[in-house]
């Protein structure tokens, strides 16, 4: 590609935005070829380091911007008035993020053409493929990690190629998935190859999801999607009104032979502590013998100077058997960094803090196989879900995607929890207070779900789980197999030719 200068700039930000729109929940995948593969042009035509790195960044604030506008939806939520610093708010943060794609793209070209065992266009898209990795990962961990829309999520509208993510995650999964797309900019052969591998893919991705005996499938739970607004969601006036109506809802026809029920996250319209009188109320949703697992904001004691974003296992007794706090909490959403620290920093935004959870934890209930819970945005982070100790066999995720409304965001919420699926092999149970809430089998497949703004229950059998997968047992060290070997065939090719 011959553009330079601000062209070059123009056409990284268009190439990235359309790339945007290939994640769900369009799933337009040539948008992503097209993306990618111009991506690899304007990094291919840099003469330097520098305006690699530049034409990189143009593209990743293309991508991020749209990848990231439902967050713009947060601020229009009645009452609160902060419509102005939406978008300035979203795009500054399409900003930052430019910066991986840029500092891959500038790295790579650096050593591109500095290094000559690299020349040859396929040992270079390699070299771009691993830098673009490196930097979705350090995307996904630094400065707490913004993983979202990883280019792996491209495929999640064709289930069996998600698969790979069981062997390497998301982020080997994303490695590959680059050289698949880029691949017509390194020729017609590069372009062939590219397709027998997704079509190998694919039909490696069908053999292992082949129906396998669900004998084992677990007790049935409910799940609860109240489709309550959030801008209704906290008015004092109708927290009884929403109460009454989660518990009708958990005790319609067939409650009595539920092994539990699960709210969404902070569905508890009032701040639970030790003793509560709200305790015995609750205890009416839990069935006979099971439980309610209910999202609920939890304190320690009557002068709630901490309060934990929370998941409460209650009995019928209205007894707290459990619980797990939030370990991953939304920066400047969930928490004010320093908060402690610099105490006038809350009352100058008006506003409280969340605190962190210790960390990660199983729950073991009596009749109820254990489960990893995980609180909304804490599933799109990979190898983070299963905490220290024996496996468990399902994962609970409760999350209010309300904020957000009927945009993207809460269907992309959705893909990065099954791609956690895929990656633990173990199935999840998934309560949204607006949507979507699903039940998703070990293999990421959605067998059940409402939409969103739809009330409704789900009862369904907790399905089976997967023996361990690769990625569960060894996470990201599979991801530095995968990169190692990628770097050693494309050294190795290289001294071939050269020495010839």
Partial sequence: MTLEGKRALVAGLVAGALAGLAMPPLDWLPLAVAGIVVFVWLWDGAPTGKVALLRGWAWGLGHFAVGSYWIVEAFFVPPADFELLGPPIVLGLAVVLGFFPGVAAGAARWMALRWPYLTGRYRRLVLLAIAWTVAEWLRGHVFTGYPWNPLAHVWTFATPLLQGAALFGVYGLGTLTFLVLAAPAAGWRASVAALAAVGAAAAAGLWIMMPVDSGHAGPVVRIVQPNIAQQDKWRRDDAEKHLRHLIEMSRRPGFAHLAAVIWPETAVPFTVEPDSPILPVLAVAAPPGGYLLAGAERTSGPLRDEVWNSLLAIDSKGTVLGHYDKVHLVPLGEYIPFH???????????????????????????????????????????????????????????????????????????????????????????????????????????????????????????????????????HDWTLVILLAVLGLLARVRAHTLITR
């Fill in 340 to 474: 402690k620290e610099l105490g006038f920093l809350s009352a100058l935004v008006g506003r409280g803090s969340f605190e962190q959870g210790k960390g990660h934890v199983t729950l073991d209930l009596p009749g109820l196989p254990a489960f990893a819970p995980a609180i909304c945005y804490e599933a799109i982070f990979p190898g983070e879900i299963v905490g220290p100790g024996p496996r468990p066999r399902w994962i609970i995720n409760i999350t209010n995607d309300a904020w957000f409304g009927v945009s993207s965001g809460p269907y992309q919420h959705l893909a990065s929890a099954r791609l956690r699926t895929i990656e633990e092999g173990l199935p999840m149970l998934r309560a949204a207070n607006t949507g979507v809430s699903a039940v998703i089998d070990a293999y990421g497949r959605v067998i059940a779900s409402l939409d969103m703004e739809h009330e409704g229950i789900i009862d369904h059998a907790i399905p089976s789980a997967r023996p361990p997968t690769p990625y569960s047992r060894w």
